[in-house]
């Protein structure tokens, strides 16, 4: 089962930003994860639970005040995948452990 994707974006001028990096700023790859996990409670639910992350890669950085799309599979029971993507381009990928979708 795959969930909608929905467009959203990080504004420049978010807390989570702040020195990463001065001139050249790019959204931290934990605050990515973070926005990963509310999605997918949206998607899937509430009581969704995040039990582990399999895996994680991070191909290239998200700017800050661009759109990109958070794409959730679930896989099998238990297993769900993610991507991160902006105009097509995969921007992040990986697949999460989780309880209760």
Request: aromatic content about 6%; hydrophobic content about 45%; proline content about 9%.
């Amino acid at each position: 089962m795959t969930a909608g994707a929905r467009r959203q974006c990080v504004p420049r001028s978010h807390p989570a930003l702040a020195g990463h990096f001065p001139g050249a700023p790019i959204v931290p790859g934990a605050w990515m994860l973070t926005l990963i996990e509310a999605e997918c409670r949206k998607q899937f639910g509430a009581r969704l639970r995040i039990a582990g992350i399999r895996h994680a890669r991070f191909r290239k950085p998200v700017a800050p005040d661009r759109p990109f799309c958070i794409r959730l599979t679930l896989l099998a029971p238990g297993e769900m995948a993610f991507a991160i993507e902006d105009d097509g381009i995969r921007l992040v990928e990986g697949k999460l452990v989780v309880d209760g979708a």
